[in-house]
């Protein structure tokens, strides 16, 4: 399993239609990781809620202890335990076999700001890389809690197809 947080400079997005709400600026992470698995298993995983709770890994937990399920036209993402209470929502902008596009907002409840998750998967053949980007986070800390959770995530959803050979 390879999980990179990417340090090059970043290509200008191109935010579909509805994107708008997103702030431009504020902060951003790009990560990369690699699994040994096809595109369309790698969608898979990134989308359907059973999968989502088998590699989603929030900060501070030890045990996965996240509840994922899908709504109208997104998805929805709640964590009861020790470290405390997170509800994540948001929608699918863009879904495609090679790019997925949603909006992602924290504390959904409380009307927490929304962000915006841009995801690339390059095929190839047996091996997919995932290009990850999120953007428009309210501030350095929420960026760092960010980081954390898409790291280690990615790193628990290659564990999930095998090694790197």
């Given at each position: 399993m390879s999980t990179y947080v990417l340090q090059q400079q970043i290509?200008?997005?191109?935010i579909p239609a509805g994107g708008?709400?997103?702030?431009?600026?504020?902060?951003?992470?790009?990560?990369?990781?690699i699994a040994n698995a096809d595109r369309s298993r790698i969608l898979q995983a990134l989308t359907v809620p059973e999968y989502m709770e088998a590699w989603l890994c929030l900060p501070g937990d030890t045990m996965p202890s996240v509840s994922a399920s899908r709504t109208a036209n997104g998805y929805r993402i709640q964590r009861?335990?020790?470290?405390?209470?997170?509800?994540?929502?948001g929608s699918y902008q863009t879904f495609r076999r090679t790019k997925l596009i949603f909006t992602w907002q924290s504390n959904a409840?409380?009307?927490?700001?929304?962000?915006?998750?841009?995801?690339?998967?390059?095929?190839?053949?047996?091996?997919?890389?995932?290009?990850?980007?999120?953007?428009?986070?309210?501030?350095?800390?929420?960026?760092?809690?960010?980081?954390?959770?898409?790291q280690r995530s990615l790193d628990r959803l290659s564990a999930l197809f095998g090694q790197d050979r």
């Open positions: 290509k200008p997005l191109r708008g709400r997103i702030p431009a600026g504020g902060w951003q992470l790009a990560v990369s990781s009861y335990g020790p470290h405390g209470e997170v509800d994540i929502s409840r409380e009307g927490g700001p929304e962000s915006l998750v841009l995801i690339r998967l390059y095929g190839e053949f047996a091996r997919t890389r995932l290009c990850l980007r999120h953007i428009g986070l309210a501030s350095a800390e929420e960026r760092a809690w960010h980081l954390e959770m898409w």
